[in-house]
């Protein structure tokens, strides 16, 4: 009688390894991965059970990190909703990194609170949220409950100093060209300073339409400024062309939701943009407590990041030691808001509709280039004032940035608008309602949105009188540009460069204009010439 052949099965880190092991060697059979995995779990894996295990079955464990529990068991099932509970537990994690302990009470609370809002489930019927579902649920992503102390959770002052006393010792451990900070800032992009038009948001007036999430980042000694990342509310804006056609080649990144929110998946998602942009360095980068920020490190437990060390800044302490809020971001706000007042004040001295003739597409243009021209030695004056590059020995005695918006308070004088209540310069650069709240329902808003995998129509995200702008003729840019140079012939006739750029532009148009002319002539044959008989 033939010995009976002992099974030997699999655990579920191993499947994970085995995973990983393909992801990094996607050249390799599967063959060749059943001889490396035989060695890993110490008895022989077949080729078929490499296949089973690269399957979609196993995929849930590819962003996922077991518990000790989790690593050992060899039949770990997937989700029956894995878009709710991707949500339900970056919900958590955000909620934990504000300082909100969670139970398993608000866990099945939740989970059925998104069953009912998120479009992926509207005509199924929602499950019994029961202690099997729930116990499954943390073990797929390795929950334990923790008791929060009331210590823990409000603010330790002695605590804050100490860790930035920790961050300024690492931070020396670099050099300033590699030590970087990000954050967010909200825009509502067509804002007027009217204090009627900027209370709108609140009563969900039309302005909350007009919302975009701009994300900033750059080194210390301001020599490297990252291409911003834009959030915006609809996937394809019309203004932006058929498939982003328009926006092609332009320095910047483009990302979308309902709301117009920096997320857990968009942050994930910029952290490996980010430490592919330093490949060949070893980088230093700071981010707030912003539970987004949490939420996207944790999710990248299991794909560290090869370039880039993250550390985050203790809480409450953002607004005085984060070199973002120390004028950074308040820069760019002013040169943006003074390309918008400017285009205001051209369209009202004209007796035209600038809110008409202002897209999301020129918007952006407008924030791009305000980054563009936003110089690097404020934004090293912005570091110094933020202290973290000073070492507790040293004096940290800079002058702190010069509060900039006299241009803008010249733009608004010359305004022709029938604003009722004219806002302060400083309230019109950073309105409070551009700020994003980190609490619960905020954050439940913002994983419905980002998690839903059912597609909306962005007609939908987008305000009503946001129309394709018609793109001007050849002939009608070359009218214009021979309006711009006789211009600076005969007003600047000194500024020889920009009369060259304008002369080499209006060359290039109408080069287009008699390639686009000879593409509409048919080709004739000789036969066309001569009559037949």
Same mark, same amino acid.
């Given at each position: 009688?033939?010995?009976?052949?002992?099974?030997?099965?699999?655990?579920?880190?191993?499947?994970?390894?085995?995973?990983?092991?393909?992801?990094?060697?996607?050249?390799?059979?599967?063959?060749?991965?059943?001889?490396?995995?035989?060695?890993?779990?110490?008895?022989?894996?077949?080729?078929?059970?490499?296949?089973?295990?690269?399957?979609?079955?196993?995929?849930?464990?590819?962003?996922?990190?077991?518990?000790?529990?989790?690593?050992?068991?060899?039949?770990?099932?997937?989700?029956?909703?894995?878009?709710?509970?991707?949500?339900?537990?970056?919900?958590?994690?955000?909620?934990?990194?504000?300082?909100?302990?969670?139970?398993?009470?608000?866990?099945?609370?939740?989970?059925?609170?998104?069953?009912?809002?998120?479009?992926?489930?509207?005509?199924?019927?929602?499950?019994?949220?029961?202690?099997?579902?729930?116990?499954?649920?943390?073990?797929?992503?390795?929950?334990?409950?923790?008791?929060?102390?009331?210590?823990?959770?409000?603010?330790?002052?002695?605590?804050?100093?100490?860790?930035?006393?920790?961050?300024?010792?690492?931070?020396?451990?670099?050099?300033?060209?590699?030590?970087?900070?990000?954050?967010?800032?909200?825009?509502?992009?067509?804002?007027?300073?009217?204090?009627?038009?900027?209370?709108?948001?609140?009563?969900?007036?039309?302005?909350?339409?007009?919302?975009?999430?701009?994300?900033?980042?750059?080194?210390?000694?301001?020599?490297?400024?990252?291409?911003?990342?834009?959030?915006?509310?609809?996937?394809?804006?019309?203004?932006?062309?058929?498939?982003?056609?328009?926006?092609?080649?332009?320095?910047?990144?483009?990302?979308?939701?309902?709301?117009?929110?920096?997320?857990?998946?968009?942050?994930?998602?910029?952290?490996?943009?980010?430490?592919?942009?330093?490949?060949?360095?070893?980088?230093?980068?700071?981010?707030?407590?912003?539970?987004?920020?949490?939420?996207?490190?944790?999710?990248?437990?299991?794909?560290?990041?090869?370039?880039?060390?993250?550390?985050?800044?203790?809480?409450?302490?953002?607004?005085?030691?984060?070199?973002?809020?120390?004028?950074?971001?308040?820069?760019?706000?002013?040169?943006?808001?003074?390309?918008?007042?400017?285009?205001?004040?051209?369209?009202?001295?004209?007796?035209?509709?600038?809110?008409?003739?202002?897209?999301?597409?020129?918007?952006?243009?407008?924030?791009?280039?305000?980054?563009?021209?936003?110089?690097?030695?404020?934004?090293?004056?912005?570091?110094?004032?933020?202290?973290?590059?000073?070492?507790?020995?040293?004096?940290?005695?800079?002058?702190?940035?010069?509060?900039?918006?006299?241009?803008?308070?010249?733009?608004?004088?010359?305004?022709?608008?029938?604003? *009722?209540?004219?806002? =302060?310069?400083? &309230?019109?650069?950073? #309105?409070? /309602?551009? %700020?994003? +709240?980190?609490?619960?329902?905020?954050?439940?808003?913002?994983?419905?949105?980002?998690? *839903?995998?059912?597609? =909306?129509?962005? &007609?939908?995200?987008? #305000?009503? /009188?946001? %129309?394709? +702008?018609?793109?001007?003729?050849?002939?009608?840019?070359?009218?214009?540009?021979?309006?711009?140079?006789?211009?600076?012939?005969?007003?600047?006739?000194?500024?020889?460069?920009?009369?060259?750029?304008?002369?080499?532009?209006?060359?290039?148009?109408?080069?287009?204009?008699?390639?686009?002319?000879?593409?509409?002539?048919?080709?004739?044959?000789?036969?066309?010439?001569?009559?037949?008989?």
């Amino acid at each position: 009688m033939l010995p009976v052949k002992k099974r030997c099965s699999i655990s579920a880190k191993n499947r994970q390894a085995i995973r990983k092991y393909r992801q990094t060697h996607p050249l390799l059979s599967q063959q060749a991965i059943a001889n490396w995995a035989s060695q890993l779990c110490g008895h022989p894996i077949s080729q078929s059970t490499i296949c089973l295990s690269l399957s979609d079955k196993f995929a849930f464990l590819d962003d996922q990190k077991l518990s000790t529990q989790a690593q050992s068991l060899t039949r770990v099932c997937g989700a029956d909703f894995p878009a709710l509970e991707a949500a339900l537990y970056e919900w958590m994690l955000r909620l934990n990194n504000s300082g909100v302990s969670v139970n398993g009470d608000m866990l099945k609370t939740t989970a059925s609170e998104l069953f009912r809002r998120m479009e992926d489930f509207k005509d199924q019927t929602e499950p019994k949220w029961s202690s099997g579902w729930l116990t499954r649920f943390k073990h797929r992503y390795s929950i334990k409950e923790y008791k929060l102390s009331g210590e823990i959770r409000s603010a330790d002052i002695a605590g804050s100093l100490d860790k930035i006393r920790d961050l300024q010792r690492i931070c020396a451990e670099y050099e300033h060209t590699d030590v970087y900070n990000a954050d967010e800032t909200g825009l509502f992009w067509l804002m007027t300073p009217d204090t009627t038009l900027a209370s709108q948001p609140q009563s969900g007036g039309k302005i909350a339409k007009q919302r975009l999430t701009l994300h900033v980042c750059c080194n210390a000694d301001g020599t490297h400024k990252l291409p911003l990342w834009i959030i915006g509310q609809a996937n394809n804006p019309r203004a932006f062309g058929r498939n982003l056609s328009l926006i092609q080649g332009m320095d910047f990144k483009w990302r979308s939701n309902k709301k117009a929110w920096m997320t857990g998946l968009i942050m994930k998602e910029w952290l490996l943009w980010f430490d592919s942009q330093m490949a060949g360095r070893k980088v230093l980068l700071l981010l707030d407590g912003f539970s987004a920020h949490h939420t996207a490190v944790s999710m990248l437990e299991n794909n560290p990041l090869l370039n880039t060390r993250v550390e985050f800044l203790p809480p409450n302490c953002t607004s005085v030691y984060q070199p973002c809020d120390q004028g950074i971001i308040n820069m760019l706000k002013v040169r943006y808001r003074k390309r918008w007042l400017e285009a205001l004040v051209r369209a009202t001295t004209a007796n035209l509709d600038a809110f008409k003739d202002t897209t999301v597409l020129r918007a952006v243009h407008w924030v791009i280039d305000a980054w563009r021209d936003v110089p690097a030695d404020k934004i090293a004056n912005c570091w110094r004032h933020s202290k973290l590059l000073s070492t507790p020995q040293e004096s940290t005695s800079d002058i702190a940035p010069s509060p900039e918006g006299d241009d803008c308070r010249d733009l608004i004088a010359d305004l022709r608008l029938p604003l *009722s209540s004219t806002m =302060t310069v400083a &309230a019109f650069i950073n #309105p409070s /309602d551009e %700020v994003v +709240e980190d609490d619960s329902a905020t954050i439940l808003d913002q994983v419905v949105q980002e998690h *839903s995998q059912v597609e =909306t129509d962005d &007609a939908e995200a987008e #305000p009503d /009188d946001d %129309v394709e +702008e018609a793109p001007p003729t050849h002939l009608e840019a070359s009218h214009h540009i021979s309006c711009l140079v006789s211009y600076y012939e005969r007003r600047n006739p000194g500024d020889t460069v920009i009369l060259a750029h304008l002369r080499k532009a209006q060359h290039q148009v109408f080069r287009c204009h008699v390639s686009e002319q000879a593409s509409r002539v048919t080709q004739s044959s000789l036969d066309r010439y001569f009559t037949r008989k």
